[in-house]
Antibody
Framework: QVHLVQSGAEMKKPGDSVKVSCEAT????????FHWVRQAPGQGLEWMGI????????TYAQKFQGRITMTRDMSTTTAYMELSSLTPDDTAVYFC?????????WGQGTLVTVSS | DIQMTQSPSSVSASVGDRVTFTCRAS??????LAWYQQKPGKAPKLLIS???TLQSGVPPRFSGSGSGTDFTLTISSLQPEDFATYFC?????????FGQGTKLEIK
């Protein structure tokens, strides 16, 4: 079965970094691009960036440039998203998703809470 | 960036009703539009890609249309499980922007 399984919830302090993982199972890892999307409590969906798992090439939303890094481990078919210099405004559920002219497979989401 | 504007922001309807949501792009995006359904505490679910292509397993009461800058999502006969929030997303260019969502509530 096709799944994206994300790492568990995180509690962070302002200024910290967080790294969220997204393990792909049931399909060929390099066939699809991976995206990250976040959703603040009660808010809409915000696109963060895209990674090509074949070569690791990324494109990030301007808003996150300089503090976001998307990587992958092909041996474990896992994508990662690291966000640094966290502030309370980064409190959100973070999703990874597979791209097929739309996101047909999503991870279950990872809640990241940033609070002092 | 391409701005995506959905209307209405919320709508109340009854089981069996026909409802239509609209999504407007600030720039031409061809047919590169996706629609999602999201229920509380869950990841979004892809309903329609490329403006009108119904995803496998999605009931045929859902349909999408439009091209260019104006798009619609129609549910022909509402079922209880359809009450949720619906988002559109342009997949034409980066950043891949979403509309703000339309919340469908039970009347």
């Amino acid at each position: 079965q096709v799944h994206l399984v994300q790492s568990g919830a995180e509690m962070k302090k302002p200024g910290d970094s967080v790294k969220v993982s997204c393990e792909a199972t049931g399909f060929t890892f390099t066939t699809y691009y991976f995206h990250w999307v976040r959703q603040a409590p009660g808010q809409g969906l915000e696109w963060m960036g895209i990674m090509n798992p074949t070569d690791g090439v990324t494109t990030y939303a301007q808003k996150f440039q300089g503090r976001i890094t998307m990587t992958r481990d092909m041996s474990t078919t896992t994508a990662y998203m690291e966000l640094s210099s966290l502030t309370p405004d980064d409190t959100a559920v973070y999703f990874c998703a597979r791209d097929r002219d739309g996101y047909d497979v999503w991870g279950q989401g990872t809640l990241v809470t940033v609070s002092s | 960036d391409i701005q995506m504007t959905q209307s209405p922001s919320s709508v109340s309807a009854s089981v069996g009703d026909r409802v239509t949501f609209t999504c407007r792009a600030s720039h031409y995006i061809g047919h590169w539009l996706a629609w999602y359904q999201q229920k509380p505490g869950k990841a979004p679910k892809l309903l329609i890609s490329t403006a009108s292509t119904l995803q496998s397993g999605v009931p045929p009461r859902f349909s999408g249309s439009g091209s260019g800058t104006d798009f619609t999502l129609t549910i022909s006969s509402l079922q209880p499980e359809d009450f949720a929030t619906y988002f559109c997303q342009q997949v034409n260019t980066f950043p891949r922007t979403f509309g703000q969502g339309t919340k469908l509530e039970i009347k």
